[in-house]
């Protein structure tokens, strides 16, 4: 197990000062080392033994022999945003990424280049100066690394497909301190593995992703119906099914907000165009008399920042993800939201709970084969989330038990985890699930290939609280 010994810490400190580095090294009890081991769940936040922040490939190649010669474990941080725990330890070090957090924009060639420890904002940011963009996750400040290696959904899905359709090369450092850089054509087993399973092969450094010209403004925002409107939202959601043409998102579903508490319909939208074209295509929504509206016209790169708001740091969470298929029974989401609601009203403090119904067209990322990237939850279905926050530590096991037991139900009895649905993808989209699920569940038929490209560049398992183990019989999930 690793050393408690602070003075190989200092020493590590003083190494990076000797080679002319900026790296830090914090410890407990100096400064910044609480804000460092701060994640977007509390459940995740863990007395490191030590967190490295490193500012370039050296000082990662540093911290990594430092773990490999005193046998401590590490973990990676990105954004901190995972809930299973992943970006997190009680029992190694954190090499937190996110002093990485360059992003450079090349217009001509149509490229994006972003350091491993950026996050969405970043990114839209410095590619919309240009009129670019390419796919973001939802809430912008969450990782660009573990959102991408984990595939990556997000407003321009269906245009673009996944961020992984979109990565054209990553730089990393891989276990044995090397720093390669992988690509269709260049290291390009590693590249299929990285694109989903990416993780468990190593520490990115940059990101390469391609750019896609984005108008400026585009149309969204939230909309909060009374909860009897579900079935109205259900039935516009089976409308929108057929009849999107992948310039538009439909997420939709349901929480009980403080400090009320009462169950409201919540639908965010997405239209990526102008506001009349938005208002034309999601016209029934309004028909359904909102209790608030707060959608417009805004320019591209605040889009993904316009959900940030209940989505903050703070609170123990949960987060757990099953899949849905178009057309649906009302009666049937009705029955999972009251489900939902038992259990997220009988607790207290547990009302900024959500849970989501994610219509993120999947005609373009079906385009890419299931087997052409470690990434296997492509399917015609949706993905469904749930987000449970709570306050009351006793409560973290009831919550992530309700929480898968309630996704299964979902999916079983809404999505492609239902009878005769062979032929389509996991339906579980591995950067929702928390560690009770196997690689098989979210990797599938991909699990042997993973296991094999695992055991060829990280044998010794140092990526180790990932996702994959180093034997397929000892798979660790995240
Ligand atoms: C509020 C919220 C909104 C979300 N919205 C979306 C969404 O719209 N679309 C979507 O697809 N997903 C979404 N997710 C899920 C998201 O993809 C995962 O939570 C993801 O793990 C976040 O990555 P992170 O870097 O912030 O997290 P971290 O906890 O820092 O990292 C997650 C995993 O990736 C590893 N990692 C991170 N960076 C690197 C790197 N550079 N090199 C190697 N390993 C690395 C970590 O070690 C860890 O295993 C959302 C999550 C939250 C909490």
């Known amino acids: ?31 910044g080392y609480d804000e460092s081991i ?7 936040e863990k007395r490191a033994h030590a967190t490295i922040h490193p500012r370039t490939t050296p000082d990662i190649q540093r911290t990594l022999a430092f773990a490999h010669t005193h046998t401590i474990p590490l973990v990676i941080r990105g954004g901190g945003h995972s809930t299973s725990g992943a970006s997190a330890t009680s029992t190694g070090i954190v090499l937190d990424l996110s002093s990485l957090r360059t992003v450079t924009v090349d217009p001509t060639a149509l490229t994006i280049t972003a350091g491993g420890g950026t996050t969405w904002a ?63 054509d260049e290291h390009a087993d590693l590249f299929w593995a990285v694109r989903g ?11 390469v ?7 400026e403004a585009v149309f969204g925002g939230m909309l909060v119906f009374p909860g009897e409107k579900l079935g109205g939202v259900v039935e516009f959601a089976n409308w929108f099914h057929a009849g999107n043409d992948g310039r538009q998102t439909l997420l939709f579903g349901f929480t009980a907000p403080p400090p009320h508490g009462v169950a409201v319909v919540v639908v965010a939208v997405f239209y990526n165009g102008t506001e009349t074209e938005g208002r034309g295509f999601f016209a029934p929504l309004w028909e359904l008399g909102p209790l608030v509206d707060g959608t417009r016209s805004m320019p591209y790169e605040e889009l993904n920042g316009i959900l940030n708001e209940g989505q903050g740091f703070g609170g123990r969470k949960s987060f757990g993800g099953g899949n849905f298929t178009l057309p649906l029974e009302p009666k049937l989401v009705e029955g999972i939201r009251d489900d939902f609601m038992a259990f997220v009203q009988g607790h207290e403090d547990m009302g900024e ?86 690689a098989t569940e979210m990797f599938g038929k991909n699990t042997k290939r993973l296991a094999e490209l695992k055991e060829k560049y990280d044998p010794g398992n140092v990526f180790r609280s990932h996702r994959l183990g180093a034997k397929p019989a000892e798979v660790i999930v995240h």
């Open 1 to 31: 197990m690793g050393s408690t010994n602070q003075d190989i810490y200092a020493e590590l400190a003083a190494e990076f000062k000797a080679a002319g580095s900026k790296a830090t090294v914090l410890t407990p009890g100096m400064p």
């Open 38 to 44: 701060k994640r977007w769940s509390d459940t995740c």
């Open 122 to 184: 970043d990114v839209d940011a410095a590619a919309a100066r240009h009129g670019l963009a390419t796919v973001g996750g939802t809430v912008n400040h969450t990782g660009v690394g573990g959102l991408t290696l984990g595939g990556g959904y997000g407003h321009l899905s269906g245009a673009h497909g996944l961020t992984i359709d979109n990565l054209l090369a990553v730089r990393m450092v891989l276990a044995d301190g090397s720093s390669v850089r992988a690509a269709a």
């Open 197 to 207: 399973a990416g993780q468990n092969f190593g520490v990115v450094t940059e990101f």
């Open 209 to 215: 992703f391609r750019a896609h010209p984005q108008r």
């Open 353 to 438: 709970s959500l849970m989501l119904f994610e219509g993120v067209p999947f005609k373009k990322i079906n385009e890419v084969a299931s087997d052409a990237t470690a990434f296997a939850n492509r399917g015609e279905y949706y993905n469904v989330a749930t987000m449970f926050k709570w306050y009351d530590e006793k409560l973290d096991g009831e919550v992530r038990a309700f929480s898968k037991a309630l996704l299964k139900k979902a999916s079983e009895d809404a999505g492609v985890w239902k009878k005769g649905k062979e032929g389509q993808g996991v339906g579980q989209y591995a950067n929702y699930a928390e560690l009770d699920h196997d």
